[in-house]
């Protein structure tokens, strides 16, 4: 039987690149969970994903993280990815 745990990455970038790594994060796969963060440390964005959310799914996500990222000089994303153990 499997237990499923969490393990997070952070990655500091800029704000014109945020869409960009997220996108490449989410293609990498067993992401839970995206947060992006102001350079002061407090998450302006909070989106759960679930396993199976690729394409046309995550494109309104994207448009909210686009959004955000415009505001932004540098930020940080904060990566929830699932272990199966």
Known sequence: MSQER???EEFH????????????????GNIRRVIIK???G???VDIP???GVV?????P???AIG??????????IVVEKADVT
């Open 61 to 63: 996500q994207l448009a």
């Open 42 to 44: 407090r998450a302006l």
């Open 55 to 59: 394409g046309a799914l995550i494109a």
């Open 67 to 76: 959004a955000v990222a415009a505001l932004l000089t540098n930020g940080t």
């Open 38 to 40: 102001n350079e002061q």
């Open 13 to 28: 970038v800029r704000g014109e690149d945020i869409v960009a790594k997220i996108k490449e994060l989410v293609h990498e």
């Open 49 to 51: 994903l679930t396993v």
């Open 6 to 8: 969490y393990r997070t």
